[in-house]
């Protein structure tokens, strides 16, 4: 069975830090793009950035530009998401994503991140 699991959310005060990781199992995802998002109370899902797990390459959602990095260990078959200079707007719910190629079909339960001011 495909799995992802994400953990290391938690309660941090603005201007910290927090490591999120997504542990994927029942697969490999060397073919997939792997991805964070997020969702907000009362806001619909967005996303935050993805990588593609063979080549590397990556892409941020401007508001996360230079605050946030995305990392894989493909020998762990983890991704990670290290979020710094974390602002109250940032709180959400994370979830990591598989897309094969055609759409994210594959999520995890989320985690949840809760930056106070």
């Known amino acids: 069975q495909v799995q992802l699991v994400e953990s290391g959310g938690g309660l941090v005060q603005a201007g910290g830090s927090l490591r999120l990781s997504c542990a994927a199992s029942g697969r490999s995802f060397s073919t997939y793009v792997m991805g964070w998002f997020r969702q907000a109370p009362g806001k619909e899902r967005e996303f935050v950035v993805y990588?593609?797990?063979?080549?590397?390459?990556?892409s941020y959602a401007d508001s996360v530009k230079g605050r946030f990095t995305i990392s894989r260990d493909a020998a762990k078959n983890t991704m990670y998401l290290q979020m710094n200079s974390l602002k109250p707007e940032d709180t959400a719910v994370y979830y990591c994503?598989?897309?094969?190629?055609?759409?994210?079909?594959?999520w995890g339960q989320g985690t949840q991140v809760t930056v106070s001011s």
């Open positions: 990588v593609n797990w063979s080549t590397g390459s990556t």
């Open positions: 994503a598989a897309n094969s190629g055609i759409r994210w079909d594959i």
